[in-house]
C-alpha cells in the first residue's frame, strides 16, 4: 500500500495516526467532523476520537475530488446505529469499484455475507484488519518463544486510552533506527502496519486466554524473520491502561484485561509509562503496579501533551516535565513536541549498550 491513494471513514486518532507516520496518501475524508450536519448519517462519537487538529504530512488537502483506490474504515468501536452506517458506507465503495481495508475490531466483512457477495460482484479485495484466530496463525512461534526472545524487549504500557502509547511507539522506532539500533515493532492499533510496524495484533478480539501466548508467538516470528540478535531491540506497543474498567470485555476495548495480558504475554526487560496524567501520585501508582506485575523497571515516561497543555509554551512544558522527571528521577518526554526526547532516547541506548 505504499504511496496508495486512499480514503478514510473518520477523523479521529486512527487518522490522527496515519497522518502522522503513514506511508499512504489520504485523498479525503467521509465523515471529516463528528458534528457534519450535512450528512445524511449521524456519526455519534463513541471512542472519543474527537481530536481533529493534526494536519501533517501525507493528508492531500489541494484536490479532495482526486481519485483514491482504497476506502479504508477506521473507527474501531461501533454502537448499534453505527453498524448500519459502517455496512451502508463499505457497501456504497465497493460498488464504486475500491478495495476496502477495515479497521473495525468486531464488526468483520468475512461474517458479513452480503458485503463479501458484493465485493465478489464487482471484484473488490476486502481485508479486515483484527482477526480472533491469528493465535491458530503463529502457534508454532510461540512455542518456539517458549525458549526465548532474543533482542531486548521494550513494551509500551499505558495509563488509559488515547495516552499516547502508539505515537510513542512509532516515534522511538524511528528515532532509535536514525540513531543506527536494529529493531522491530510490534503493534496493536489498526493502523499499525501502514505506518511501519513489523507485524500487528489487534488483541481485543482474540479470546482473552490466547491473547498473551499470541504476542509471544508474533514477536518470536518478527525476531526470526528480522534476523534480530540479542544486541538489538523490539518494542510493542500496549492498549489501554492496566487500571483501566476490566469489564470492558466484549465491548472491542478489553480494559485493563488486555493490558496487562499484553505486558505479560511480552514479557519486557524495559517498561515505557505513555501517561496522559501529570499528577505525580498517580503516575507513580501506576509504575509500582507496573512493575510488581513484572518484576521489571519502568524507564521511562511519555506523556500526551495534547490532552495535557494548551496554552503553555515548550519552554514551560519542558519545566514542568523537568520537574517530575527529578521526583521520579526518570526521563519524562511529550514525543509529540519532541521536548526532552532524547533524553529518553540516551536512556534506551544506554541500557542496549549494558546488556
Known amino acids: 500500500m505504499k504511496n496508495e491513494?486512499?480514503?478514510?471513514?473518520?477523523?479521529?486518532?486512527?487518522?490522527?495516526?496515519?497522518?502522522?507516520?503513514?506511508?499512504?496518501?489520504?485523498?479525503?475524508?467521509?465523515?471529516?467532523?463528528?458534528?457534519?450536519?450535512?450528512?445524511?448519517?449521524?456519526?455519534?462519537?463513541?471512542?472519543?476520537?474527537?481530536?481533529?487538529?493534526?494536519?501533517?504530512?501525507?493528508?492531500?488537502?489541494?484536490?479532495?475530488?482526486?481519485?483514491?483506490?482504497c476506502f479504508i474504515w477506521n473507527k474501531e468501536i461501533l454502537d448499534d446505529e453505527e453498524l448500519l452506517i459502517w455496512e451502508k458506507t463499505i457497501s456504497n465503495e465497493i460498488k464504486k469499484g475500491k478495495k476496502i481495508l477495515n479497521m473495525a475490531r468486531l464488526q468483520r466483512i468475512e461474517n458479513n455475507e452480503s458485503l463479501l457477495a458484493l465485493a465478489k460482484n464487482h471484484n473488490v479485495s476486502v481485508r479486515d484488519i483484527s482477526d480472533p484466530e491469528i493465535y491458530k496463525k503463529v502457534?508454532?512461534?510461540?512455542?518456539?518463544?517458549?525458549?526465548?526472545?532474543?533482542?531486548?524487549?521494550?513494551?509500551?504500557?499505558?495509563?488509559?486510552?488515547?495516552?499516547?502509547?502508539?505515537?510513542?511507539?512509532?516515534?522511538?522506532?524511528?528515532?532509535?533506527?536514525?540513531?543506527?539500533?536494529?529493531?522491530?515493532?510490534?503493534?496493536?492499533?489498526?493502523?499499525?502496519?501502514?505506518?511501519?510496524?513489523?507485524?500487528?495484533?489487534?488483541?481485543?478480539?482474540?479470546?482473552?486466554?490466547?491473547?498473551?501466548?499470541?504476542?509471544?508467538?508474533?514477536?518470536?516470528?518478527?525476531?526470526?524473520?528480522?534476523n534480530l540478535t540479542e544486541n538489538d531491540l523490539m518494542i510493542v506497543s500496549g492498549q489501554t491502561g492496566i487500571f483501566a474498567n476490566p469489564l470492558e470485555v466484549g465491548t472491542g476495548r478489553g480494559g485493563s484485561v488486555i493490558s496487562i495480558a499484553l505486558l505479560l504475554g511480552s514479557n519486557p526487560d524495559y517498561i515505557l509509562l505513555a501517561s496522559d496524567l501529570l499528577d505525580l501520585e498517580d503516575i507513580t501508582k501506576h509504575i509500582l503496579a507496573t512493575e510488581l506485575l513484572t518484576g521489571k523497571k519502568v524507564i521511562g515516561v511519555t506523556v500526551n501533551s495534547k490532552k495535557l497543555f494548551d496554552s503553555e509554551s515548550d519552554e514551560e512544558i519542558s519545566l514542568i516535565l523537568r520537574d517530575i522527571s527529578k521526583k521520579l528521577n526518570l526521563p519524562v518526554t511529550d514525543v509529540i513536541g519532541r521536548i526532552n526526547l532524547n533524553e529518553l532516547l540516551e536512556e534506551i541506548i544506554k541500557l542496549l549498550k549494558n546488556n
Open 5 to 69: 491513494q486512499v480514503k478514510l471513514s473518520h477523523n479521529n486518532k486512527v487518522a490522527d495516526g496515519i497522518k502522522l507516520f503513514g506511508f499512504v496518501n489520504i485523498i479525503d475524508i467521509e465523515f471529516n467532523d463528528f458534528n457534519d450536519i450535512t450528512k445524511d448519517i449521524d456519526t455519534k462519537n463513541t471512542d472519543n476520537n474527537t481530536n481533529n487538529s493534526i494536519n501533517i504530512n501525507n493528508i492531500d488537502d489541494s484536490n479532495t475530488k482526486k481519485d483514491y483506490t
Open 139 to 226: 502457534e508454532d512461534y510461540a512455542y518456539k518463544g517458549l525458549d526465548g526472545i532474543k533482542p531486548k524487549v521494550l513494551t509500551i504500557v499505558g495509563t488509559g486510552r488515547q495516552s499516547g502509547k502508539f505515537t510513542a511507539c512509532m516515534t522511538l522506532k524511528n528515532e532509535l533506527t536514525n540513531k543506527g539500533i536494529n529493531l522491530g515493532v510490534l503493534g496493536t492499533e489498526p493502523q499499525s502496519m501502514i505506518c511501519g510496524a513489523d507485524e500487528m495484533v489487534i488483541p481485543q478480539p482474540i479470546p482473552i486466554c490466547h491473547v498473551a501466548p499470541t504476542i509471544l508467538g508474533v514477536m518470536k516470528k518478527i525476531e526470526m524473520e528480522n
